[in-house]
């Protein structure tokens, strides 16, 4: 099977597309109003050549670099004591060495080569009149054949390896999937690029199509059916130029991060080619300011891995519980007698494991604006594009007909400042996903799309009316219920009580062990200590009760909860699959019940779920969710008023 190199000039055949108009600029109103951008001229599709097509030549290198290293490595350390003993029993242990580390790299990389090759020689991807086919295998060859119109996202992954080389990695799924129904690695970036664009093209002249034959359906004649279809592609060209001119621009201002990223992707890579852009017209673009990048990655940086990291050291130095108490009176004794030695040790250890702790949080806040730099979310074509990063680079491309709920997270850090982050579930989260990394099956994290990193929380319903309009005009603010009283008894006995009696039981355990040793130690602390640990519940229970809301209009179902965080979900109804109403015995003496929504997106890491609803309101929402009928209206017209 020879390899063909695309051929992108010739456009699918009987495809007209609609003339680009110029858009207006109207005065900008908002800070997350629709912007129209500066478009690309509508463009015809790119017609890829036909014929199978093989991935690039230099993914032979990388799969055999990637995988030969890990057996290199595994090989090593596994065999370091016998290699060492080996070369200490030979009279020239210095040849010795460099035939072991020869033999070595030669197992490792010489099966991985050939296996490499053979791999590359048997996969392919080509595109048909009506569907991508994939073709891979090593020993078994795996045939995936994708309907255009199946394919719902096209999502890009590209290390910094890849961006180098020009290739990245192309994840194709569709609208059932929990992972990628196909996987095209080693892509040159250049018909990534044209793939995506011929794909959508293609989708789009479809539904041109479907529009004109529905119309053409109440045609008669032949001159009657071909006015429908002229008449259907204007209109489409013409709702599209209607909505970009009437959307809003977002000044991007001096930004030097974002400089740089545009910096970095200019360089294409070595293999990369020009580049090819997507003739859809883009309805809102926004990019992330420096500002909000910075604060972004410090707000965002893990203060639960370095308090992680702070405890991991401080327990294995100071030891046991016992060795700690008798640290601590050997330092009172010190202080008393005048001395500083206990003092100056136990100080040490505490600040060495302070500074490792913040040096994991600065890792992290870079690690996080390496992430988000160069942060582009817009809209066009009828999904959501997302593009990110400043090394590695991530595309997601994600079909607004798959979006199930929009989740606005405040974390407690970024609370306090009044700030939040917008995300999407969609029905590829089923799985979860990669939380960020480039290696991972499913493009998407693990609780969604980010399409707003760090947002005002006043911006944020503007935000979600321009970019995702289908999700405006959610309940809000006094559109949303409280919980009854009976629910902060009960989260004061599950966050406070119920944790003391555990942590009292293990300190009365702890107890009998110290009098059986008899060791030196107070048969007070542990009590102490239980009553400490559950003390914050109390706070925790009471934070959770005055947050927890939830609201319905007409079509948006709202669910809002968290203590020192808030988790906000929005949902549209028509996405919700069912909702149950679950009550354990305590619950139904209480008459309260647990509500659960789902949807498409299953258990994606967004839970649309929360606990002690009254029994009325949990009837209510079941009542809200059932096909409407006279009941129903009567219900919405009433919650309207």
Known sequence: ??????????????????????????????????????????????????????????????????????????????????????????????????????????????????????????????????????????????????????????????????????????????????????????????????????????????????QAQAQARYAQGTGAFNAAVDGAVASAAGTMSQVASSIDSIGAGGNVIRELGNVSDSVRGVFGGAAIFDEAPIEFEYKLSNKELILASISGASITGAFATLLATLVPLLGSAAAVWTAVERMAADIASGGLAGVGTLALIIIGSILLAVIVWIASALSQALTYGNFTVRRRGGRIEVEKGLLAHRFNGVALDRIQSVLVKEGFVRRLFGYAEVRVSTVSNVAGGDSGNNSGSNPTDAAGVVVHPFIKRADVPAFIATALPEFANVPEGAALQQLPKVALRRALFRWSLWPFLTFLVCAIITDIVLVVTRANFPLWFAPLLAFLLALPGIPTAILWYRNARFGHSRDMLTLRKGAYGLSTTYTYRRRIQFIQALANPFQRHAKVATIVAETAAGDSGITNSLRDLSQEAADELLDWIRPRGHAQAALINKNEE
Request: positive net charge; proline residues 9%.
């Open 1 to 210: 099977m020879s390899e063909q190199t695309p051929n992108f000039p010739q456009p699918p055949r009987g495809y007209t597309p609609p003339a680009a108009q110029p858009a207006q600029q109207p005065q900008r109103t908002a800070p997350y109003a629709a912007a129209p951008v500066a478009q690309q001229p509508v463009q015809q599709p790119y017609s890829i050549a036909p014929g199978p097509h093989h991935v690039h030549k230099s993914v032979i290198a990388l799969w055999t670099f990637r995988a030969g290293l890990v057996i290199f490595f595994s090989i090593l350390f596994s065999s370091f004591g016998a290699f060492t003993a080996l070369a200490e029993h030979t009279r020239n242990p210095g040849l010795w060495v460099v035939l072991i580390l020869f033999g070595v790299l030669l197992f490792s990389f010489g099966p991985m080569l050939v296996i490499s090759y053979i791999s590359y020689k048997r996969f392919t991807w080509e595109v048909t009149d009506t569907e991508l086919h994939v073709r891979r295998g090593l020993i078994s060859i795996k045939n995936t054949h994708i309907p255009f119109q199946r394919i719902h996202s096209l999502d890009s992954t590209a290390t910094l390896l890849d961006r180098a080389l020009g290739l990245v990695t192309l994840n194709v799924q569709t609208a059932g999937s929990a992972r990628p129904e196909a996987t095209i690695n080693g892509l040159k970036l250049q018909d990534a690029e044209a793939l995506r664009a011929e794909i959508f093209a293609r989708k789009r002249f479809a539904a041109y199509q479907a």
